[in-house]
């Protein structure tokens, strides 16, 4: 494929109203599904992804749009995938699920 710039925008996966409480479930991505679905991107895709925290100011200040998403929308529309700064991706696709939609949009974009 040819070269194109895929993130992957996550948080640290926390519980907001405490571990034990039934009122709302965990929000953000372990380390492990994290790792998981940028795994899965490189082995298919055949290119490097790079992985930002949305919490963390200093890998935001060029990211503008996603921090937008996340005020109108909440925590939960993490993890947002891009290719080129396009949002390709927002929730928790399954691995196949993020490659399909990346593969897409990169075709899409690749006929322009």
């Known amino acids: 494929m ?8 996550s948080m640290p996966q926390e519980f907001p109203c405490g571990a034990d409480s039934t009122c709302c479930g965990a929000i953000g991505q372990t380390d492990e599904q994290l790792q998981m679905l940028k795994d899965g991107l490189e082995t298919a895709l055949e290119i490097p992804v790079e992985t930002l925290n949305v919490k ?11 921090l937008e998403l996340t005020r109108s929308f909440g925590w939960g529309v993490i993890p947002i995938i891009t290719v080129d700064d396009q949002v390709v991706s927002m929730g928790a696709p ?15 974009i690749s006929q322009k």
């Open 2 to 9: 040819s070269q194109h710039n895929v993130s992957i925008f």
């Open 56 to 66: 963390n100011g200093a890998d935001m200040k060029a990211h503008r749009k996603i």
């Open 94 to 108: 399954t691995v196949q699920q993020a490659i399909d939609m990346v593969k897409t949009k990169i075709n899409n």
